[in-house]
């Protein structure tokens, strides 16, 4: 197993007038190879607790096993742990830096102390595993799309070999197109290469369409932690805290409404689409 989260909290500004729980006795478990959305609104402590598996926050009490061994040890490099557990920002194409797209890549390399070789050869891996086209390697970061910049962003941390790859809204800011292509390419990885991914969304379709468990925060703590059909089959729950259900989900669910013999736990396009057309021609 990867990653365990033994009962952990997280206190902003603790002792103080400003005091915010941004997470509440949280347990979780992220197997090896497992691809899981994490979902919640704004403030349910999302972006805490992916911050939290790397080591980038410490938890204000409870403890983070990574691979069996507490991060927390005193002897535990959490150098080492941010080389295994790679986290992509929500807009990381603001990380971007360098002179040019190879280079950026090659950063995260190299901090990890290879040799030029071995950095150079590991960007070239990354890039081409997110599908960046080769004319671009050697442009200014500046100079790209929006799309493209979100894909050299996560080639620079694909280049440091993580076990784990953590996107928190890989998405944001892009159009349709270019949000599929990320997410295509994401999910082409993690067929290719058995990489564990957790993805933090907003959009319950994204999520639909990719992971095989979620997640569901409200107010720093675990709401739901299932596969999506039985997440998704709460969308009453689910819409009381501000969130939803993809809308295929309401599109078949006022379909069993008028009459139709329709699978209402069907998620997604294809699958609304499959259960749609079995109930006309049945």
């Known amino acids: 197993m990867s990653i365990i989260l033994d009962h952990v909290s997280y206190v902003y500004g603790e002792g103080t007038p400003l005091e915010v729980r941004a997470l509440d006795d949280v347990s979780i478990q992220i197997s090896d190879g497992e691809f899981v959305g994490i979902i919640g609104h704004t403030g349910s402590g999302k972006s805490t607790l992916v911050q939290h598996m790397n080591g980038l926050l410490k938890a204000t009490s409870g403890h983070i096993y990574f691979n069996g061994q507490d991060i927390y040890d005193r002897d535990y490099s ?31 390399p190299k901090n990890l102390g290879l040799d030029k070789k071995e950095a150079e050869l590991r960007a070239f891996q990354a890039l081409r595993s997110v599908g960046l086209p080769e004319e671009l390697y050697y442009q200014s970061p500046f100079e790209i799309s929006g799309g493209q910049k979100r894909r050299a962003a996560i080639a620079g941390v694909l280049a440091m070999k993580p076990e784990i790859l953590i996107l928190d809204e890989p998405t944001a800011g ?17 067929t290719e290469t058995g990489m564990t991914i957790l993805l933090v969304s907003h959009s319950m379709e994204d999520v639909a369409e990719y992971v095989d468990r979620i997640i569901v925060m409200n107010r720093g703590r675990v709401m739901y932690d299932d596969v999506p059909k039985q997440v998704f089959s709460r969308y009453r729950e689910l819409e009381e805290v501000g969130l939803a259900a993809p809308q295929v989900t309401y599109i078949l669910h006022e379909l069993r409404d008028r009459g139709f013999q329709v699978d209402t736990e069907a998620t997604t396009i294809g699958e609304a689409a499959e259960t749609i057309w079995k109930a006309m021609t049945t």
């Open 174 to 190: 892009l159009d349709p197109k270019g949000r599929k292509e990320i997410l295509d390419q994401i999910g082409k990885l993690r």
């Open 78 to 108: 959490l150098k080492k742990l941010r080389s295994k557990v790679g986290l992509v920002f929500q807009y990381p194409e603001h990380q971007l830096f360098e002179i040019d797209v190879f280079t950026d890549v090659c950063f995260g």
